[in-house]
């Protein structure tokens, strides 16, 4: 599975954007997309998943309300709909997968999944 990340850029605080992430490859049907980010000097985060195909999401406590995981399993791509951006949320985005399910206590760990997209950086401006 191949991931890339599109999306992101220069935001002002309370604006909104949208990040991408298509997969090309072959997925299962227990695929699983999460979102994790990586601010300098910081250990890379989760933000939220998503399960392909019952849809189950699960977000960080400090995105929750503000952020959005989706997918299109027509494209085979993800979303994260981004709003009421925070200078807090500045960092490098990064989508990853997994070919396998995922229950939901463990959609969090970086080190459950296997494939990782490039990165895209998100800077909010206060």
């Known amino acids: 599975v191949q991931l890339q990340a599109s999306g992101g850029g220069l935001v002002r605080a309370g604006g909104s954007t949208r990040l991408s992430c298509a997969a090309s490859?072959?997925?299962?049907?227990?695929?699983?997309m999460g979102w994790f980010r990586q601010a300098p000097g910081n250990e890379r985060e989760f933000v939220a998943a998503?399960?392909?195909?019952?849809?189950?999401?699960r977000y960080a406590d400090s995105v929750k309300g503000r952020f959005t995981i989706s997918r299109d399993r027509a494209k085979n791509t993800g979303y994260l709909q981004m709003n009421r951006l925070e200078p807090e949320d500045t960092a490098v985005y990064y989508c990853?997968?997994?070919?396998?399910?995922?229950?939901?206590?463990?959609?969090?760990?970086?080190?459950?999944?296997?494939?990782w997209g490039q990165g895209t950086q998100v800077t909010v401006s206060s």
């Open positions: 998503i399960r392909w195909n019952d849809g189950l999401t």
């Open positions: 490859g072959r997925t299962s049907g227990s695929y699983v």
């Open positions: 990853a997968a997994v070919n396998r399910g995922l229950i939901w206590s463990t959609m969090t760990g970086v080190q459950e999944y296997d494939y």
